[in-house]
């Protein structure tokens, strides 16, 4: 069956300018979380959804970033006014339910801020 | 924040030997996951182990646990050229239900 999917797999963007990451989680997984991976580094934790809301977005660096997932499926990270320093992979993974049940991680958007 | 550590950082063997890296955490944990990373892909989950387990075998696999060090291993047998990539621990820290903190990785290359 289809796995998680990320798109772009790639953006390149300039100092300043909004972005918008996508996630496609797994039918009929209710959880869904991002991380983000720097070079040489493990996933940090930014953000978990059960269903539609934010169950904790204790991870998110600062209020420059969101995320939504207005019908418990698509999520979408936006950031505002990007910096260089934002630049790393952005990982989108998901669950049958929270509860420590195993990831399943996307590929991937690298992010690029010049 | 990032609480497990792999050790080594870095793991270069033959195919055939065996490799094993080890995982240190710091709080208390309900279980404790092992990820594999290959270069420019996400996370494939490998194996968990509840704090009440004390190994854990899967295939090649196996999977220590050591609550009272707070430490875990993971050993790959008859290492093949495919098992090259990084492998992460993974653990719920602080017993969180759903928040996983990940280390920073053990890069294992397995020469053919």
């Known amino acids: 069956g289809a796995g998680v999917s990320q798109t772009p797999s790639n953006k390149v963007t300039e100092k300043g300018k909004y972005v918008e990451l996508r996630c496609d989680p797994i039918?009929?997984?209710?959880?869904l979380y991002w991380y983000r991976q720097s070079l040489g580094q493990g996933p940090e934790f930014l953000i978990y959804f059960q269903g539609t809301g934010a169950a904790d977005d204790s991870g998110l660096p600062n209020d420059r970033f969101f995320a939504v997932r207005p019908e418990g499926s698509v999520s979408t990270l936006k950031i505002q006014r990007t910096e260089r320093g934002d630049s790393a992979v952005y990982l989108c993974?998901?669950?049958?339910?929270?509860?420590?049940?195993?990831?399943?991680f996307g590929n991937g958007t690298r992010l690029t801020v010049t | 924040s990032q609480q497990g550590e792999e050790d080594p950082q870095a793991l270069s063997i033959q195919e055939g030997e065996n490799a094993t890296m080890n995982c240190s955490y710091k709080?208390?944990?309900?279980?404790l996951q092992w990820y594999r990373q290959n270069s420019g892909r996400g996370l494939v989950h490998l194996i968990l182990i509840r704090s009440n387990e004390r190994e854990k075998h899967s295939g090649r696999l196996r999977v220590t646990l050591d609550t009272s060090k707070k430490s875990s291993s993971l050993l790959i047998t008859a290492s093949r050229a495919a098992d090259t990539a990084s492998y992460f621990c993974a653990t719920d820290e602080g017993g969180s239900n759903y928040k996983l903190t990940f280390g920073k990785g053990t890069l294992l290359t397995v020469n053919p």
């Open positions: 709080t208390s944990i309900n279980n």
């Open positions: 993974a998901s669950s049958l339910w929270g509860n420590n049940s195993p990831l399943h």
């Open positions: 039918s009929g997984h209710t959880a």
